[in-house]
């Protein structure tokens, strides 16, 4: 499995973006896709994450960020609205098989939220 983030960039306090995250290879069924983020001179972190009709979030982004999907494109998608300069970071996508770790990950791409 490959994933290709994109959507990344620089934007204010307040504003949006959106970012998408590809998947190719051989997916399968019954996967878990996510979204996680690395700020600066701190350790990766959970965003969000789909899993067949179940979507979490964590608590610093609910209300905010919102998580969907184009099975058809194999294409995840995060919406972020009302960006804060905490949201800077790189965002990673994921992948992985039921009861497995996320094994499969993204190149990343970088967030920068001016206050």
């Known amino acids: 499995v490959q994933l290709q983030a994109s959507g990344g960039g620089l934007v204010q306090a307040g504003g949006s973006l959106r970012l998408s995250c590809a998947a190719s290879?051989?997916?399968?069924?019954?996967?878990?896709m996510g979204w996680f983020r690395q700020a600066p001179g701190k350790e990766r972190e959970f965003v969000a994450s789909?899993?067949?009709?179940?979507?979490s979030y964590a608590e610093s982004v609910k209300g905010r960020f919102t998580l969907s999907r184009d099975n058809s494109k194999n294409t995840m998608y995060l919406q972020m609205n009302s960006l804060k300069p905490e949201d800077t970071g790189i965002y990673y996508c994921?992948?992985?098989?039921?009861?497995?770790?996320?094994?499969?990950w993204g190149q990343g791409t970088l967030v920068t939220v001016s206050s």
């Open positions: 994921a992948y992985r098989k039921a009861g497995d770790s996320y094994r499969y």
């Open positions: 290879g051989r997916t399968g069924t019954g996967y878990s």
């Open positions: 789909v899993f067949g009709g179940t979507i």
